[in-house]
């Protein structure tokens, strides 16, 4: 199946300080990404989706100018969390799809702001 | 609203069979998906339907029920590794996922 490059898969940061995560489509285009972020036991929650050259369309609740997301090219979208905080701690998901109905996913990234 | 139910935990033997599952009320249907989770690492797709009926692969099938809003994820032959959470995903007209909150399954020897 097509595969989803997710980097980095962990990382630690210091508090107020921004962080960047990158989703690649190694094998195909992706016209649109997904981000998601999980909490321990709970649900995946989309955060955002993007298209290629366009601007994301972010869930409600969602900041924008906290979590910026540029999706440059058809096998490249990134996430920045801008001066991360402690309950910005996370899994970070991303997913891409083809334009087809199925979506598949990156590793993930955990995000530990300490 | 649109809604995905899943059961919370389910528990099963080794060896057994188990049924997962699922309801949903969304804004169009562009397919359901089952994804499993082993705790702290992404999402693993597992299948996808579309049409109703069931899709087999391998130990595990997928069975869709459009006119009822349902889907169940069927696994024969549970082994330990199967312990995981299972997450039950419509794809809606705005080809958006909707996730269910996922259904952690034990499995015991």
């Known amino acids: 199946g097509a595969v989803v490059s997710q980097h980095p898969s962990w990382v630690i940061c210091k508090s107020g300080t921004s962080v960047k995560i990158e989703c690649r489509s190694l094998d195909f285009q992706a016209t649109t990404m997904f981000w998601y972020r999980q909490f321990p036991k709970q649900s995946l929650m989309l955060m955002a989706t993007s298209n290629e050259g366009s601007k994301a369309t972010y869930e409600q609740g969602v900041e924008k100018d906290k979590f910026l997301i540029n999706h440059a090219s058809l096998t490249l979208s990134t996430l920045t969390v801008t001066s991360a905080h402690p309950e910005d701690s996370s899994f970070y998901i991303c997913s891409a799809s083809t334009g087809d109905t199925e979506a598949f996913f990156g590793q993930g990234t955990r995000l530990t702001v300490v | 609203g649109q809604n995905i139910d899943q059961p919370t935990e389910m528990t099963a033997t080794e060896g057994a069979i188990v049924q997962i599952n699922c309801t949903y009320q969304t804004s169009g249907f562009n397919g359901l998906f089952w994804y499993q989770q082993h705790a702290g690492e992404a999402p693993t797709f597992l299948s996808y339907n579309v049409l109703d009926g069931l899709e087999e692969k391998g130990r595990f099938s997928s069975f869709l029920s459009r006119s009822k809003g349902y889907s169940y994820l069927l696994l024969k032959e549970l082994q330990m590794k199967d312990s995981a959470s299972y997450l039950c995903?419509?794809?809606?007209?705005?080809?958006?996922?909707?996730w269910g909150a996922g259904t952690k399954l034990i499995i015991k020897p």
């Open positions: 995903a419509v794809m809606d007209s705005n080809y958006q996922l909707i």
